[in-house]
């Protein structure tokens, strides 16, 4: 009760062990603010995957308003702001490919073509193992905003997978020439955009007063 009766204005973070309540909590925290003048369209919910954004929704459902914030992964919501800038013409459209055969397979031939030929057969390039070890080292790049250097470094790598490095900025340049964006994207070309076009932040940013994260 304390929590969901704090002044509006207030920044919470509320940390608890799984299955005590928290999102319960979200739940009421929405009513509360809502009935206190917040309006559901200056609200954001943002959850870590689709069935918390499906459960959650179905929680505010149970709440007496008519319109409801809008709930979203952070993937989606990411995906949504590179729509808004790709329709004020600031950002180039991408063709989203969520297919995991395609993900694999774009890597896979990116190993094949980037990667020296004299290392083919030392790293084996063309199994499995080695496939899912490259995708690894890309989201890893992705997920840190690290550099590839310093995600080969820090994470330790085989120094025979060193070729990995130039693997990885290849590939990315082999992505955006085909202008296709993967899951793991959606987050990451959002981010990298806004740090190389700081303007473009001005158009998606401070829209919601009032954000709430179910991590």
Do not use: H
């Given at each position: 009760l304390e929590i969901i009766h704090v002044e509006p204005k207030s920044n919470l973070k509320v940390i608890a062990v799984p299955g005590s309540g928290k999102s319960t909590v979200l739940v009421y925290r929405v009513d509360y603010l809502m009935k206190n003048?917040?309006?559901?369209?200056?609200m954001l919910a943002i959850m870590f995957n689709d069935s918390?954004?499906?459960?959650?929704?179905?929680d505010l459902s149970s709440l007496e308003f008519m319109n409801l914030p809008e709930v979203k992964t952070y993937h989606s919501y990411a995906r949504k702001l590179g729509f808004i800038l790709e329709k004020l013409g600031l950002k180039q459209k991408s063709k989203f490919t969520p297919n995991q055969y395609q993900y694999r397979?774009?890597?896979k031939n990116s190993l094949i073509k980037f990667i020296p030929m004299h290392l083919h057969k030392?790293?084996?390039i063309k199994s499995?193992?080695?496939v899912s070890l490259f995708i690894q080292f890309v989201e890893l790049c992705k997920s840190s905003l690290m550099t590839p250097e310093e995600v080969f470094k820090q994470f330790k790598f085989p120094l025979t997978h060193y070729a990995f490095v130039e693997g990885f900025h290849s590939s990315e340049q082999e992505r955006h020439a085909q202008n296709i964006q993967f899951f793991s994207d959606l987050i990451y070309d959002l981010v990298v955009f806004c740090k190389e076009n700081p303007a473009a932040i001005d158009k998606i940013s401070n829209k919601h007063d009032v954000l709430l994260v179910d991590e």
């Open positions: 003048g917040i309006s559901a369209d200056n918390a954004t499906v459960n959650f929704k179905q397979e774009f890597y030392p790293l084996d499995p193992k080695t």
